[in-house]
């Protein structure tokens, strides 16, 4: 035989010299579930490991990953009740928890990356992304929102705007909201290619955040496209993101390779809620390996063509990554 691959498999130390791919902890986004007020943290049950926590809980969260080579923080508010509104009104006011307790976390770790959630869905009465009326989410009435929700998360310090919503135009909306008052400096991650996926049910759990009637059909896209993703990603492109995303990850690594070829602008991927508890629960079980597993999808949403991942995984990998690495 003239060819024989397994040469290139034959040892650890030839097998690392030809590794096509890696994950790094600088890589990962840790998306956190901040309350608000004193209580004490609460576990979220279908995300084993994750719990809502206070600001304080959240500094000690926060200091343990920087630990372990995470540095990047996406930040989700868990809004009481009796705060939502038609108009998502509380996620712009002055006395929203979330935007002060940016201030405090900015000012502690100011080497930290913070990325927030623009999205009227953990402030509606409504459970929708956008604003509702009769049945109907309108796109032109929530954009001003959005671009009041970025404004105010720019003003209280983020350094990334995250817009969830897929709304049409909202780039575009929310980058000139943000240069008009000055904020020219802070980012757009754009959810660019959301779809309407069943793997964020725990997400929902814990923000307590799902819609009231209805679905998201009519705003996250439809699983069985591809085309659509690339006309979503020039249009986030020319309106002024940072980087695109593509959402969820695992179902959809076609979805990233596609993002990765077509675009200019580094690619995220959200390992999202669903995807983590499967794997949590079939560990739980004895079913898989929970740390050769959880590195394994890291590694072929990497190899799919993501330069960053938001995934709760973040600080379990953090700790495998220093155990493998010394
Ligand atoms: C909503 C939002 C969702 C997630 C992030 N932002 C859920 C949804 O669209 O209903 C899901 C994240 C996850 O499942 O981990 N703006």
Request: a neutral charge; hydrophobic letters at 40%.
């Amino acid at each position: 035989m003239d060819q024989r691959p397994r040469r290139n498999r034959k040892s650890e130390g030839i097998r690392k010299m030809v590794e096509e791919t890696i994950v790094l902890p600088s890589h990962l986004i840790y998306p956190l579930f901040l309350m608000d007020g004193k209580t004490k943290s609460q576990p979220i049950q279908s995300l084993p490991g994750i719990s809502r926590m206070n600001l304080d809980d959240t500094m000690k969260e926060i200091e343990a990953s920087i630990k372990l080579g995470i540095n990047s923080f996406v930040i989700f508010p868990a809004v009481a009740d009796k705060l939502k509104d038609k108009k998502a009104s509380y996620s712009y006011s002055s006395s929203n928890f979330y935007l002060k307790a940016i201030q405090v976390l900015k000012k502690q770790f100011p080497n930290a990356v913070f990325m927030s959630d623009v999205a009227m869905d953990p402030y509606s009465s409504d459970g929708h992304d956008g604003y509702v009326e009769k049945g109907e989410i309108l796109n032109d009435k929530t954009l001003p929102i959005l671009a009041k929700m970025a404004v105010a998360q720019a003003e209280a310090g983020f350094d990334i705007i995250g817009p969830s919503d897929m709304m049409d135009g909202r780039v575009g909306y929310i980058r000139k909201a943000l240069d008009d008052k000055g904020f020219e400096n802070v980012s757009i991650m754009s959810y660019t290619a959301k779809y309407a996926s069943a793997y964020y049910g725990p997400f929902r759990e814990a923000l307590d955040s799902a819609p009231k009637s209805g679905d998201k059909k009519t705003y996250q896209m439809n699983p069985a496209n591809k085309r659509e993703a690339i006309r979503e990603a020039l249009l986030d492109e020319q309106e002024g993101a940072d980087f695109l995303m593509v959402k969820p990850a695992l179902c959809y690594l076609d979805i990233i390779h596609i993002l990765k070829e077509v675009s200019v602008l580094p690619i995220a991927a959200y390992n999202v809620s669903g995807e983590y508890a499967m794997l949590k629960a079939a560990a739980a079980n004895g079913w898989l390996n929970y740390e050769a597993a959880m590195h394994e999808q890291l590694l072929s949403i990497r190899r799919a063509g993501a330069d960053i991942i938001l995934t709760y995984f973040a600080k379990d990998f953090g700790k495998l990554y220093k155990k493998m690495n010394g």
